[in-house]
């Protein structure tokens, strides 16, 4: 997923402004959902796994790579065959093509509008005081003004607070896979294609019930977000699926068995979703290099079984 974020003035240099900026992939959801942003270890990237996945339908040829959102420069340079891969590759797919976005001002108001509620509107009118008292708390914690969040809606407060968070780990929005692959595509005049639009996600984000429950399940996380980067990382670049699943989906269901209908929306409807366009794009191209999520690609109702039972053969690369 891909979509916003709101970066804060923090006197730990988090952001440069309070400005709404659109540059955070919409994969910064829950427990489950942050996991897959923190892989931030130190290593020689060339060395790693990764999760690329390659899916055969007669003389058809999708490469799926599960994408890490928010990275660092150690994750680089890629090991060659996912290289290889993309520059084979008739045209990259993207969840949503976030350059393109941010080359866009008309765009870009149309999601400040969609994220923000309208003057006269406050965060602390919509959701519990119990949960805006702990945000309060963590603003207090990391410096940043009350006023930056004041207006944003629940689900913007939760992907921003987890940006700031991840930023402040030493991870960067600009070093995500996905953007690595679009700053190339868009350089070289690649074909790029979407699987969905920032705005359909955002609308999307606008439409969880309950969304202040999240909002308190991130708050309530944040300080074990530490604690799970090495799990996550060391799952990502074996390219261990199983594990993968367990640390971003299974586990967050066993824990908070409510979590179901959120995870069916952002997960498996989406899913569903995208390994229909993915199969329409492979029939007007011969070769895709397709980034999503990592989460996407593992365990049931993934884009990856989900094209295995459309007739696509399925191997880990």
Same mark, same amino acid.
Request: hydrophobic share 40%.
């Given at each position: 997923?891909?979509?916003?974020? +709101?970066?804060?003035?923090?006197?730990?240099?988090?952001? @440069?402004?309070?400005?709404?900026?659109?540059?955070?992939? !919409?994969?910064? !959801?829950?427990?489950?959902?942050?996991?897959?942003?923190? #892989?931030?270890?130190?290593?020689?990237?060339?060395?790693?796994?990764?999760?690329?996945?390659?899916?055969?339908?007669?003389?058809?040829?999708?490469?799926?790579?599960?994408?890490?959102?928010?990275?660092?420069? /150690? !994750?680089?340079?890629?090991?060659?065959?996912?290289?290889?891969?993309?520059?084979? /590759?008739?045209?990259?797919?993207?969840?949503?093509?976030?350059?393109?976005?941010?080359?866009?001002?008309?765009?870009?108001?149309?999601?400040?509008?969609?994220?923000?509620?309208?003057?006269?509107?406050?965060?602390?009118?919509?959701?519990?005081?119990?949960?805006?008292?702990?945000?309060?708390?963590?603003?207090?914690?990391?410096? +940043? @003004?009350?006023?930056?969040?004041?207006?944003?809606?629940?689900?913007?407060?939760?992907?921003?607070?987890?940006?700031?968070?991840?930023?402040?780990?030493?991870?960067?929005?600009?070093?995500?896979?996905?953007?690595?692959?679009?700053?190339?595509?868009? *350089?070289?005049? *690649?074909?790029?294609?979407?699987?969905?639009?920032?705005?359909?996600?955002?609308? $999307? #984000?606008?439409?969880?019930?309950? @969304? =202040?429950?999240?909002?308190?399940?991130?708050?309530?996380?944040?300080?074990?977000?530490?604690?799970?980067?090495?799990?996550?990382?060391?799952?990502? *670049?074996?390219?261990?699926?199983?594990?993968?699943?367990?640390?971003?989906?299974?586990? /967050? #269901?066993?824990?908070?068995?409510? !979590?179901?209908?959120?995870? =069916?929306?952002?997960?498996?409807?989406?899913?569903? =979703? $995208?390994?229909?366009?993915?199969?329409?794009?492979?029939?007007?191209?011969? *070769?895709?290099?397709?980034?999503?999520?990592?989460?996407?690609?593992?365990?049931?109702? /993934?884009?990856?079984?989900?094209?295995?039972?459309?007739?696509?053969?399925?191997?880990?690369?």
């Amino acid at each position: 997923m891909t979509g916003i974020c +709101i970066k804060a003035r923090t006197k730990n240099s988090l952001g @440069p402004s309070p400005n709404f900026i659109p540059s955070l992939p !919409f994969h910064t !959801f829950l427990h489950a959902i942050l996991l897959l942003l923190f #892989l931030a270890n130190p290593a020689l990237a060339a060395n790693d796994r990764g999760l690329l996945l390659e899916a055969r339908n007669g003389d058809k040829t999708v490469y799926l790579l599960g994408s890490i959102h928010l990275a660092d420069q /150690s !994750f680089y340079p890629l090991r060659d065959t996912i290289e290889k891969a993309y520059r084979e /590759s008739d045209a990259l797919v993207v969840e949503a093509d976030v350059l393109a976005m941010e080359s866009d001002p008309v765009l870009q108001q149309k999601v400040m509008l969609e994220s923000l509620y309208p003057p006269g509107q406050q965060l602390k009118d919509h959701i519990p005081p119990k949960v805006y008292t702990q945000l309060q708390e963590w603003l207090r914690k990391r410096q +940043i @003004p009350e006023a930056n969040f004041n207006r944003m809606r629940p689900a913007i407060a939760m992907i921003t607070l987890s940006l700031i968070e991840m930023q402040a780990r030493g991870l960067d929005p600009k070093a995500g896979i996905d953007r690595h692959f679009l700053n190339q595509a868009h *350089k070289e005049g *690649k074909t790029t294609l979407e699987l969905e639009s920032v705005m359909q996600q955002l609308r $999307m #984000l606008n439409s969880l019930e309950n @969304p =202040e429950l999240y909002l308190q399940q991130t708050l309530d996380q944040v300080s074990e977000m530490g604690t799970f980067v090495p799990r996550i990382t060391k799952a990502w *670049k074996s390219g261990n699926q199983e594990t993968i699943y367990q640390l971003v989906i299974q586990e /967050s #269901l066993n824990e908070n068995p409510e !979590f179901e209908p959120l995870l =069916e929306l952002l997960f498996y409807q989406r899913n569903r =979703e $995208m390994a229909e366009k993915i199969r329409t794009l492979s029939d007007k191209h011969k *070769k895709l290099f397709v980034v999503v999520g990592a989460g996407h690609l593992v365990g049931a109702q /993934s884009i990856t079984e989900l094209l295995e039972k459309s007739g696509f053969s399925i191997e880990q690369i």
